[in-house]
Structure formats: C-alpha cells, structure tokens
C-alpha cells in the first residue's frame, strides 16, 4: 500500500493544520458558489486523510494472537504472501472496508502442471479456509460476499507432449468453476453439473452477467434498475443480460 506515510519534514499535526486551513478556504468559496463539487472535494480530503492514518494500525500484525497464524499458517507471518493478505483482508473487513481484493498469479499450467500446482494449492487453501472460518467467528460472514475465481478454466486434456511428471492444459472458456461463501449464499451445494468429461456444462449454466448480477442482488441492488451513463447511453452493470441465479441463494 503506497503513499501510508507523509513525506520527511511532515508530521500529522502539521498534516492535520494544512487541510483544516484549506478547508477554511473551500468553505469561503461555498458561501459564494454553493457549488457541491467543493463540498465533495472537501469530503476526498477528509478521505484521504482518514485511510492515511488508519491504515498503518489495521496492517500491523503483532497483535494477532499465536492461534490464529497457526490457523492461516506460516507464510501468514510473512508480508506480500497470499495467507498475509488473506489475514490482512480479514482486518480490512473488520474496519469496514466495503470491497477487498486479492490476487494470487500463476495459475496459467500450459507446462510443468504436476509441480506447480500442487505449489499454488499448498500456497491458497489454507489460507482460504481459515479466512471464511475466521470471517465466520467473528460474526462477519453473514454479511461479507467471499468470491473465488479466475477469468476461464483449463482443458480437461492435455496440452503439449504429454511426459509423467511434466505436462500442461490450455486455456478454457467454456466450462469453470467458482465459488461463493457467505453474505447471503448457501452454504454445502454445488450448483451447475458439466458433461461426464468436463468439456461443456449440461446442466444450471451460470453465466458472468448472471453472477454478477447474483452479487448486486445479495448486496441489495437490482441490476436491471441500476445504470451508469457513458457517451449518451445510459448502461447497465450486467449490459443486457443477467439474472440472480436463485438456487444459490440462501
């Protein structure tokens, strides 16, 4: 995370001074213009200001108690590692930061397959559960959408010459999965059935405007009704398609 401190010979009294001081200025010209683009450049300061210094406590893991690093594991200890940022995702929620995201690369086995994946896995799984049960604990998951994904799956076939210890898969677009956990999604079910190859869905095809259009019913909003204007048109979310895919939902 860029930009947590301030630059050497400023302190957040000093900090604090200058935008009090310009918002003084800004509200001299509000009397005069009413204009509400002051008022929200006012509120982006105010923003920026408070993330600045909050930020510094809610990445500090030293208060975290032993159990839970053994939960998340070792590399929950180390910063940048995806069980650090799956601890660090649970702080954020906990201080109310409404959308988290976090990454994990690699996963693109057009060779070395049998080695690699086995790596990632080691790397994520861990970590992922103890995120949901650790969200779950503390009495945030039911609010709090977890979204697992990529961007397309792998062949259910080979890629490249085929060895024992080393071969890879292409990529996929047709059939892949995902999953959901909490913030308004039933819990235990599978959702969608492909063919006996896993070539092609056969069965509850859930398509990216149907999820996404899932996600902004659980948070509330009708995707059909909520647009967005650009270049004169006015644009759904989900563009033209979409609907709430109701046999996840809790």
């Known amino acids: 995370m860029l930009y947590l401190t301030n630059p050497d010979g400023i302190d957040v009294e000093s900090r604090r001074n200058m935008l009090d001081r310009l918002k003084e200025l800004h509200d001299l010209q ?38 839970v690093f053994a939960e998340y594991g070792d590399d929950a200890r180390n910063p940048g590692t995806y069980a650090a940022n799956c601890l660090l995702a649970r702080r954020l929620a906990e201080r109310g930061v409404r959308f ?32 949901i049960h650790d969200l779950k604990r503390r009495g945030l998951l039911d609010d709090t959408l977890v979204i697992w994904g990529g961007e397309f799956g792998r062949t259910n076939y080979c890629q490249g010459k085929l060895a024992k210890n080393n071969f890879g898969r292409d990529h996929h677009p047709s059939c892949f999965t995902v999953w959901l956990a909490g913030g308004g999604v039933r819990p235990g079910i599978t959702y969608g059935e492909t063919d006996p190859y896993g070539y092609n869905i056969v069965k509850n095809a859930v398509h990216i405007h149907d999820l996404q259009a899932t996600v902004l019913h659980v948070l509330g909003i009708d995707h059909e009704r909520l647009t ?23």
């Not at 895919?245 to 809790?250: E, H, K, S």
């Open 100 to 131: 988290i995201q976090l990454y994990h690369q690699g996963w693109d086995q057009h060779g070395n397959l049998p080695r690699d994946i086995g790596r990632q896995c080691r790397e994520t799984d861990r970590a992922s559960a103890a995120l």
């Open 30 to 67: 509000l009397q005069e213009t009413s204009d509400p683009a002051i008022e929200n450049r006012i509120a982006q300061y105010e923003l920026a200001f408070r993330m600045q210094t909050s930020i510094p406590e809610a990445t500090d893991l030293a208060g975290e108690p032993e159990y």
């Open 228 to 250: 967005y204007k650009h270049q004169g048109r006015h644009y759904r979310l989900t563009d033209v398609h979409g609907r709430p895919v109701r046999g996840i939902l809790a």
